[in-house]
């Protein structure tokens, strides 16, 4: 079969361009990814061209001489009939349509089809955040002429309208080629551009030219690819630091590293001076070197050569208190030992170890270790809760929940009035807020008082190489919590956790929701995890957003959960574009694969619930997340989904899933499931249990390799009786 051609004649916003303009894309650029084999594209529309002037310099008769029977034409123009320039002017209801009717009669004249597109529109907010339409009746042109010659009409104008208002003035720039100074290097100067789509834009937009297509019931619509209506998207390139090549050595600035001498002055030292000189990398000999908490600055490399092994303080006074975030929120915390704020260009390098000492800080839930450690534990000193059962390092630690629960609930932003609660206010190991360009490369984080690594509301993170190790009895011991950070690469990283492996956030219920930063545009792969809570996770402070994340190649042993995404009601926020393929999974103790939104912050998965509440802010939204190719070997579930009855989890793809598990699937509350290809090993109940599950498509399933029917699917619930589709 001769492959169908897509022609393209437009202005810049359907463009394409080269590299060295990248981010910077048009929709034309991008739609061809949502084509199968059968559609070629071919993008001719060009820059600062109005319908006028692209006729004029013959573009249009490059296009008929190629076109033939069968082809097609998207036309796009209106941006630059808008220009005052003569050769570029054209009036609305006058010399706009006459050249729009040449496009459509040059079209037909070759027996290919014609189908117009009104202009996309530009970002344009007011200062009360009010959407300000820049068209004129451009766009009421197009849809008039259109009916008039029945030709198929795409109302990018009012698609692109309404994406733009449910994303608002602040979220929208997120689709348009917004750079700070220095964060591209084709841009170093930045650009504020309320009229082009970055890369993630463009494909926006190329998606709604594609749902166009779809509703005008074209014969070209039927080569789409993604039937399961999840669509692609882009990764941003995610850009490195960029560090001067100059080298400091610890060593300079008195530095010993004899496992005894405090190192925190020769530190400061060194990177202060490292700081004076412009940046550059500073280099961590082999040795035991122990100090205090470390401030890092912009264009620092700490490189920790192999052999290195930076130990941080024990006493808590070495800590000061200082306002941060933690689970979510805003909160008084004691100083990380690797800390950084608002700086541009950061790396931690080498193959050393930076050891947080965390056994000093953290609580000991009795029931996480055998009794000779908790009896040794006892023995060290520290003291236990009334029950016993719980051994804190202080009766201060102890006591300062207590304390800052009371100055939570009464609002006090002082620091220093949560100085009795120190010991309770466990530092993260890393803690990155508001940074741009990072990068951790090759060395092992381990033993942390809380969370390991957290960088929060960054840019522009990448993790490769790294080994994070916490006990698996560590309180709150997670090892990544990438929180409201935007373009993040984790690859080839390992992880052997006491809480959450890899953790995706971005602030809790309403103080995350007007925070409204969300965590997107993250690319996991290659990555092992041991033990942990959950292999890969969203949430549960998810109330600021997550988007657009890729999880691949990627393989669990041992963990609690494999796949987890968890939140509860009052969390808010929107989990969505979420596609994970290629996952392997070995010994896990409960789910394969969770979705749990009754989560009290429980290790397990909470109950499910019948009672529905009414929807609002507070009601968070789990829609259009894909799961390929995984195999799963030992669970107690394979998949477990508990949705809430107002807000069923909605638009779950699942292809492909070999698992051999207790039970297989036990699905409440989910809207618009498909699962395709899923071979399940299980020792008893239903091979799938779905309740009030609406629009659910089981297509090839099997039981040991046994072609599964109706036998094995128990359903029910009022809303299960519509429309589930089993073949």
Not at 20 to 46: L, T
Not at 106 to 113: D, E, I, N, Q, Y
Request: hydrophobic share 35%; proline share 5%.
């Amino acid at each position: 079969m001769k492959p169908i051609r897509l022609f393209i004649a437009g202005d810049s916003t359907a463009a394409s361009y080269p590299q060295e303009r990248s981010p910077m894309a048009g929709w034309g650029q991008m739609i061809g990814r949502y084509f199968n084999d059968s559609v070629v594209v071919v993008n001719e529309a060009r820059n600062g061209r109005s319908s006028k002037s692209f006729i004029n310099e013959g573009h249009l008769n490059r296009i008929t001489d190629a076109m033939q029977e069968g082809d097609y034409l998207l036309i796009q123009f209106g941006h630059n009939d808008q220009k005052p320039e003569p050769e570029r002017r054209t009036e609305p209801f006058g010399t706009y349509q006459m050249t729009l009717q040449t496009y459509i009669n040059a079209t037909r004249s070759v027996g290919a089809t014609p189908v117009l597109l009104t202009p996309v529109q530009r970002r344009q907010f007011d200062e009360e955040g009010t959407y300000v339409e820049s068209h004129g009746d451009y766009p009421e042109a197009v849809r008039q002429l259109a009916q008039r010659e029945g030709v198929a009409c795409i109302d990018l104008c009012t698609l692109s309208e309404e994406k733009l208002v449910s994303l608002g003035p602040d979220e929208s720039k997120s689709l348009f080629v917004w750079l700070r100074p220095g964060e591209h290097p084709n841009y170093p100067d930045g650009c504020t551009d309320n009229t082009h789509f970055n890369e993630s834009g463009a494909c926006e937009m190329a998606l709604l030219v594609r749902e166009g297509l779809m509703r005008a019931g074209l014969p070209i619509s039927t080569y789409f690819t993604q039937e399961n209506g999840i669509p692609h998207w882009v990764m941003p390139e995610v850009l490195l630091p960029d560090i001067p090549d100059r080298t400091f050595r610890l060593t300079d600035f008195g530095a010993v590293g004899d496992g005894l001498t405090d190192n925190t002055n020769a530190f400061h030292r060194a990177i202060q001076a490292c700081a004076e000189a412009g940046g550059g990398k500073l280099i961590i000999p082999a040795g035991l070197w122990l100090t205090g908490p470390l401030t890092l600055v912009s264009r620092l490399e700490l490189h920790a050569e192999e052999g290195a092994v930076v130990r941080f303080s024990q006493t808590f006074s070495d800590y000061p208190l200082i306002p941060s975030t933690y689970e979510g929120l805003t909160a008084v915390r004691c100083q990380s030992p690797l800390d950084a704020e608002g700086q541009d260009h950061i790396a931690i390098t080498g193959k050393g170890v930076f050891d947080g000492g965390g056994e000093a800080w953290r609580p000991v839930k009795k029931w996480k270790i055998a009794e000779l450690q908790w009896k040794q534990l006892l023995q060290s000193g520290g003291v236990t809760n009334e029950a016993g059962d719980m051994w804190w390092p202080s009766e201060a630690a102890m006591q300062g929940a207590v304390w800052v629960n009371r100055l939570s609930r009464e609002g006090v932003k002082d620091v220093a009035a949560y100085i009795p609660a120190r010991d309770y206010l466990r530092p993260n190991l890393l803690s990155f807020r508001r940074c741009r360009h990072i990068l951790l490369d090759g060395p092992t984080f381990q033993n942390s008082a809380a969370w390991c690594l957290h960088p929060w509301g960054s840019e522009h993170v990448t993790i490769r190489n790294v080994t994070v190790r916490n006990p698996w009895y560590g309180q709150n011991g997670d090892g990544l919590d990438l929180e409201s950070c935007r373009y993040a690469v984790v690859e080839h990283c390992t992880f052997d956790v006491g809480d959450d492996a890899i953790c995706l956030k971005s602030g809790k219920d309403e103080t995350g929701r007007k925070l409204g930063l969300p965590c997107e545009y993250v690319a996991i792969r290659n990555c092992v995890v041991y033990h942990g809570h959950g292999g890969f996770t969203i949430g549960s402070e998810m109330s600021g957003g997550v988007r657009y994340v890729s999880l691949t190649d990627c393989t669990f042993i041992g963990t609690d959960i494999g796949l987890r995404f968890k939140s509860a009601r009052g969390r808010g926020g929107i989990v969505e574009h979420i596609s994970i393929e290629r996952i392997r999974m070995i010994d896990i103790a409960m789910e394969a694969i969770s979705f749990n939104l009754f989560y009290e912050g429980k290790e397990g998965s909470g109950v499910a619930q019948n009672e529905m509440q009414p929807v609002n802010e507070g009601t968070p939204i789990f829609r259009s997340i894909e799961i390929i190719d995984v195999v799963c070997t030992g669970a107690k579930t394979a998949l477990l989904i508990n949705g809430l009855p107002e807000m069923p989890l909605e638009r779950l793809y699942i292809h492909n899933v070999t698992a051999a598990a207790d039970r297989g699937v036990v699905c409440h509350y989910a809207k618009q499931l498909v699962l395709e290809q899923m071979d399940l090993h299980v020792k008893d109940g239903s091979l799938i249990t779905l309740h009030q599950c609406e629009q659910v498509e089981l297509i090839r399933l099997q039981e040991a390799g046994v072609a599964a029917d109706k036998r094995n699917v128990h359903i029910s619930g009022a809303r299960s009786s519509a429309a589930n589709d089993i073949r």
